[in-house]
Nanobody, 121 residues
Framework: QVQLQESGPGLVKPSQTLSLTCTVSGGSITTNNYFWSWIRQPPGRGLEWMGAIAYSGNTYYSPSVKSHTSISRDTSKNQVTLQLSSVTPEDTAVYYC?????????????WGQGTQVTVSS
């Protein structure tokens, strides 16, 4: 079975760069027709899609975060990485990685457990 696990720092200071890693086990991130997304949920708010990287390596971003967001992958480690630069307290959220099957936008068949990130000085 395929599993996703997020990891990274729980506390980040404003203006720093947040780096989170999604480790995929039981399947390959290069398998055709799968997309690997980063989604976050600020406290008291709904889910916000940030971006994704496709099986091909192509990346896609939400316009609202594109200027500060970078998604990359390490195929040898089967990992997807999110980098969010110049963070502010508004970036405090639970961050999830999730798998999208095919071109069905924002429909995910697998989720990680999520990791809490707090931006505070």
């Amino acid at each position: 079975q395929v599993q996703l696990q997020e990891s990274g720092p729980g506390l980040v200071k404003p203006s720093q760069t947040l780096s989170l890693t999604c480790t995929v086990s039981g399947g390959s991130i290069t398998t055709n027709n799968y997309f690997w997304s980063w989604i976050r949920q600020p406290p008291g708010r709904g889910l916000e899609w940030m971006g994704a990287i496709a099986y091909s390596g192509n990346t896609y971003y939400s316009p609202s975060v594109k200027s500060h967001t970078s998604i990359s992958r390490d195929t040898s480690k089967n990992q997807v990485t999110l980098q969010l630069s110049s963070v502010t307290p508004e970036d405090t959220a639970v961050y999830y990685c999730a798998r999208q099957s095919g071109w069905n936008y924002h429909i995910y068949d697998l989720w990680g457990q999520g990791t809490q990130v707090t931006v505070s000085s």
